[in-house]
């Protein structure tokens, strides 16, 4: 199961319709290249370079995991609901996912909810 909200929707419709324009528009992979299908190297080769252009250096797809993860617990969500999304059985995943910014959460939730700052 995958969420996909408003903006990614009108961005996937964009490309959708650019793609059709594509001389290998007939080829049935949805990601195309500059010669064809888009391999996985493709697109590690263009998410390193826009994010190098952007300031990050070495971006990885992955990365994207770790941060919806980190993301979706810092904004409230519930560890059985993000395994649900995210397609995670165990809660050792969620572990591991959100483990580099798990201080993060910690902190801001304390913030939130320290009793003692309401005596």
């Keep these: 199961m995958v969420y996909v909200g408003a903006k990614a929707v009108k961005a996937l419709d964009r490309y959708v319709r650019l793609r059709s324009r594509h001389e290998a528009a007939a080829l049935p992979w949805l990601w195309l290249g500059r010669r064809g299908r888009l391999t996985d190297s493709g697109i590690a080769q263009a998410l390193r370079d826009r994010g ?29 609901d993000l395994m649900q999304l995210a397609g995670w059985r165990s809660r050792e995943m969620v572990a591991r996912y959100a483990a580099s910014t798990r201080s993060d959460r910690a902190i801001a939730a304390a913030r939130r909810f320290n009793p003692g700052d309401e005596l």
């Design 52 to 80: 190098a252009a952007a300031g990050v250096s070495m971006l990885h797809a992955h990365q994207f995991r770790h941060s919806y993860a980190h993301t979706m617990l810092a904004g409230g969500m519930q560890e059985t």
